[in-house]
């Protein structure tokens, strides 16, 4: 049976666009040089000022889709020659040293294995063994593994060196709680197909004042030094993508109404209880410090990740497949922009999907391990 | 008595956007590595073939503004101390010469004067003087000035050369019937918010084959290489602009219905239209050479373009101030996007102003003198 309303997606980003973001992005288009736009966009800054909770304005936006900000932060931070250790477990910590590479920095890369996340030591060792380290680029949760990196953690281990901790935050920012600054993170990138719900097209960077002192001019398209000057006038340097800053302002608004306190605690409930569900129709997680955001499942050897995926696809519901080296070998299914009840509709397909396999199911037994997480996180606060 | 509707828009970039193209704007997200998306996307990309009446699919998107596509012409198709002439007759001229150096090209600026477009015989002796010139960078419509620079006459210059003939067609792709295959153009930058009548945030990026054999690995986002293998198969090396994309389909379906040749046709009807209905009132138009995009309005000394432009928009209809040198000399009205009535406002709104001012206007006169060129042209064809 067709699903009658189309498809539900769950996927780690583009993820569900809600309503109220929708209204906006259907509205007539205005123009950027124009007070109306200049005063949008100095709201959605403040906005994002209170997500990041900082005092300075620190963060440019960019018309870009997330790697276009990964750029940006590899060419205005460092200088050809740099050296960077790039921490790599997972597809985008490989984006990260193909960047680093790209543009001519020397990229010490620290395999971490993917699932695993890095070890802040082992990072404290790599940087006591490359004292002219600049830099150290790294996910705070890797998509393609679902694994979180302590970026907070790592922030303790460089902040009395000269490296900058560059952090890959696309799948974090606007659902962890993240305070960059308090935590001591110098570099934060972000993407409004995430957790800020929105199409892709737009991407942030966030700085300290450690890395602002080191902005070079390597790139005109991506120039945070001439973007800031303009940014924090409510202008920017080159078209901005108009449609996407007013549509970020009503989600921004969304999760701030919210608090990223309680933000952040949704998804800790979802997250939780989505992995004892998953456990307990008996599939693995495969990451041992799983990222709020989403929740990947290794099925074991005589289960194919892809026929659950398809199969839950005819209900409607589009989880997302591995990547890389795990194409073939995992579903992801995203928990960004989703609220607490929606996820329960997921774990209904994964329950007829697996059955459908041939499985033994229990049916209702992943949701009921799901409720009764939630039931206790609810009470909770 | 403000506007009871607010505001329309008749900048040069972002344009209106048609209401078909705002329904595909507003709908809920489908994720890019789809069966669904794939397909669309493919379409569109056969569209835009069509669009620019070429066999080979030399061409990819970005997530972008415009400038980032300049910046992929610069950085794909050219190396470190390539000799290359920018042709500056504006602000976007400047940007090229600004982008190349940035890169580390070996720009010989040729300065035209704002509002003039470039004597081919003159870039034919500047190449001749500099045997080495990799390149001419150009655009076709210079929308700071409002001047067309003939580039398929500059084509006739290059095509025998060693240079290959790169043209910022922001603001002309969309609006003028290009061939740049027939015409000999090398590389042709397009962006979404201006003929393609979407909110900024794409941009495009066309190529010849003498172009496609320099293409270098200088950029990592802006991989025109990488992205062509993608692209020809439906999919993009990193997250598109997805619901530009699509928007992109339906906006290129409606110039295709129409046909690039009426779709000129129109534009030079509105465009002749302009230039004589501004001339019926006392005022100049500024380019020797306009293009079809925009008219480009130079008052005389006693009128200020910016009062002019005010009491438009007091009257709800917004047109451009001016840019860079000209910035307080001169008033923008686009055409593009509009179709032939739509003028009819704007020039209503100008005799107003102008009326408001204290000039004496005769009401009905410079409407008046657009209708009956409209009235030729149409019967014409």
Redesign the interface.
Known sequence: MKPFKG?R?F?P?????PDRV??V??????????PEFREAFLETRELFKQLVDCKEENFVFF??????AM?AAVLNFFEEGDKVIAVVGGKFGERWA??GK??KLNVVELEVGWGKSVDPEAVDRLIKENPDCKGVLVQASESSTGAYHDVKALAHVTKDTDALLVVDAITALGVYNMKPHEWGLDVVVG?S?KAFML????SMLWFSSKAKERLT?R????NVKEELKKQKDGQTA???????ILALRESLAMLLEDGMDKVEKRYRIISEGMRKAVEALGLRILPENPSLSLTTVLPPEDIDPEAIRKNMLGLGI?V?GGQGRLKGRIFRISHMGMDIMDMSVVLSALELAMDSLGRRVEFGKAVGEYLSIVQTGVKDG
């Open positions: 498809e997606i996927t980003g583009p993820v569900e666009i929708r209204e992005l259907g509205r007539q288009i205005i123009h950027h040089r124009t018309a870009s889709s997330g790697t276009g750029e193909e960047l790209r543009y993407g197909q199409p892709p097209g737009l001019d790139s005109y398209y991506f080159f078209t901005p993508a108009i449609s996407l589009r997302a």
